[in-house]
């Protein structure tokens, strides 16, 4: 099989490694330069190279240093044009070629965010942000641009802000002066980097702006670094927010899998734009400043992209179809570790949380129901981010639990994802290829007993079942739950008293709640129906949830407001939920993670539709382009 969103012709040759020399020019907004390709032939006579491109500005390209004629197809609406470049004659299997592509990039480039410094949390400077997941990498650079590829690199880039990349930096160094001790703004540096484990192309990634780095302390008998970068406004709440669990969480992930390959790994802050809560870039995970809750109550978001380390960025899916293996297994992972470092409480609070999001999900597709299944079987050119959700993450999750309690609990499933991550780090596989591995295992782990527990298992529902409940009425630790649901509960039998001032409810009832309980017992209230308007004005004052600044809490009380459209409560707070999102709220501040700005313009959109599109219109250029297109797909504006 090959992947559908690719034009490449990667089973006949394949990039091997990648050498890129880029200048970053913010004043015309382009990074210009070439990206050397050292590719592999996989097929005897292979007579050209075909590359991935979108929106990019080719100039020339040189074969063995030699320049050569290339074709350019007419554009793909999702897959870009198809590049393709001849190749010597007479090539064997195994013969290596160099192929040097020059070229800029333009403004249609989707993976990459401009930002003016306004839009900056220091205000001085611009700044510059990628996001190449899942098929983006191609606007950045002409690349095979698919997992099933996995390439190493090297580059060499020259701007007046530094620059950070998804590699390891060889210069100048990450805990020296910033920008090299010269003039940030003015001078031109140039920064070096190298990348020695092969990674998918949806993982490199590109930085710049005013950024400062500060080192996290290290652990005795771990070889790896690990610190953080942000704007100078920012380093010190972010270094606060995550230097006392970063490394810890790391190297417990290590003891239960395998050592950590990468040998740095940071984190970056990014203005509030970035759509997502993080992106596993290798080396340098992006994080959204929405994180940033000042009592340290969401790093765990940390965990789900360090896991990622191991489960994407080592054991890749071999293409879109496949991505549950990425996002289940880290998911289900990210949860291990929760019952490690926490308890195992808090791993069962994790999945009932999750729930809320899968239900939400599935729901969402009814109407396009193969985007309920873990393995979709994607069209030749059909867009991987139509069926965007927390479906692979949380259904995918779900399986594998699963799966644990039919085969004997944690003791007998993680050493089978130790095995799983030792047998097939560095590739790319598909979930046949995960299905015969654990058969393969328990059959000499545990036999006929343990292949029975597998046989038992309702494989086709669970990877290629649709509708809107799990295959299996799943069960979880509820101790937490309990006393979120119970006053959930009460709040929904106090509908019928009309005057909310003989209501006993009073400010203490979550004093003893962390954000996660507050979260569940927001969503439990979502379970029912509406509640009256001045029951949720009242609820929203009491527990000063209208004022959170944990976005988590914020977002699950503006649903609980916006439950039922047509109510005066949808009518008062759809304007405060729209302006929350644009941060047209006195803060400034734009939720442009998609968690927080898709839900909430859709319920505002159900309210009232012209507020909805009128808000998104005056802000949508504060939000990065695939969070735009989805966003305007969301409100039928495209």
């Known amino acids: 099989m090959s992947d559908p969103t690719t034009q490449s012709n990667y089973h006949e040759v394949a990039t091997e490694h990648v050498h890129f020399i880029w200048d970053v020019d913010f004043k015309s907004q382009v990074i210009s330069g070439s990206a050397t390709h050292t590719v592999l032939v996989k097929k005897a006579g292979a007579k050209e190279v075909i590359f991935d491109t979108a929106d990019l500005d080719i100039s020339e390209i040189e074969v063995e240093g030699k320049p050569v004629k290339y074709d350019i197809k007419p554009k793909h609406a999702v897959m870009g044009s198809a590049l393709h470049v001849p190749l010597p004659a007479g090539l064997k299997i195994g013969s290596k070629v160099d192929v040097k592509v020059k070229y800029k990039t333009t403004e249609d480039c989707t993976a990459l965010q401009w930002l ?356 299996v009425q799943m069960e979880y630790d509820m101790s937490l739950a309990r006393q979120a649901y119970e006053l959930a509960e009460r709040w929904d039998a106090s509908r019928s008293v009309s005057d909310v001032s003989r209501l006993d409810f009073k400010p203490g009832d979550v004093e003893e709640f962390n954000s996660n309980q507050k979260v569940v017992f927001l969503e439990r209230l979502q379970s029912y129906s509406a509640l009256p308007s001045s029951h949720i004005s009242h609820l929203g004052s009491l527990y000063e949830l209208s004022r959170s600044s944990n976005a988590e809490i914020r977002l699950r009380f503006y649903q609980v407001a916006l439950v039922d459209p047509s109510s005066d409560a949808a009518k008062k707070f759809a304007s405060e939920a729209a302006k929350w999102v644009v941060g047209d709220d006195g803060t400034g501040v734009v939720k442009g993670r998609m968690k927080f700005c898709r839900p909430v313009f859709k319920a505002v959109f159900k309210a009232d539709h012209e507020l909805a599109i009128g808000i998104y219109g005056k802000s949508k250029a504060a939000f990065h382009p695939i969070a735009r297109k989805l966003i305007e797909k969301d409100l039928g504006l495209s």
């Open 116 to 471: 003016d410094k306004e839009q900056t949390q220091g205000k001085k400077f611009p700044y510059l942000f990628s996001q190449c997941q899942p098929i983006y990498a191609r606007t950045l650079a002409p690349l095979q641009d698919t997992p099933s590829v996995k390439i190493t690199y090297d580059a060499e880039v020259s701007s007046v802000l530094p620059i950070l990349l998804s590699a390891v930096r060889v210069s100048p160094p990450s805990d020296g002066p910033a920008h090299d001790g010269k003039e940030i703004g003015k001078d031109i540096v140039f920064y070096s980097y190298k990348q020695p484990v092969p990674i998918p192309s949806y993982l490199i990634a590109i930085a710049s702006g005013n950024l400062r780095y500060h080192a996290f302390p290290s652990l005795p008998g771990r070889s790896w670094t690990t610190g953080i970068w942000a704007e100078p406004e920012m380093i010190d709440a972010a270094y606060w927010e995550f230097s006392a669990d970063t490394a810890r969480f790391l190297a417990a992930e290590e003891d239960i899998v395998t050592p950590y390959r990468f040998g740095v790994y940071d984190l970056l802050v990014l203005p509030p734009s970035f759509p997502y809560g993080g992106m596993e870039n290798a080396c340098l995970t992006f994080l959204t400043p929405t994180l940033l809750a000042g009592d340290r109550t969401l790093v765990d978001v940390v965990v789900h992209e360090l896991t990622h380390s191991w489960f994407g960025n080592g054991v890749t899916h071999a293409y879109a179809s496949h991505f549950w293996l990425n996002e289940g297994w880290t998911t289900y992972m990210e949860r291990v570790l929760q019952q490690v470092l926490h308890s195992p409480a808090e791993r069962g609070f994790s999945f009932l949380i999750g729930s809320k999001a899968l239900r939400d999900a599935l729901e969402g597709y009814q109407d396009r129901p193969k985007y309920q299944r873990l393995v979709i079987e994607f069209e030749m050119g059909e867009d991987p981010d139509d069926a965007y959700s927390s479906i692979p993450y949380e259904k995918g999750a779900n399986f594998l639990l699963h799966l644990e309690q039919k085969l004997g609990g944690t003791d007998v499933f993680l050493p089978y994802a130790k095995h799983y991550v030792s047998t097939f780090m560095g590739k790319s596989i598909t979930t046949e290829q995960w299905k015969e591995n654990l058969y393969a295992y328990f059959k000499q782990h545990g036999g006929d007993e343990k292949i029975k527990a597998l046989d038992s298992v309702d494989w086709n529902a669970w990877l290629y079942g649709e509708g809107t409940s799990l295959p």
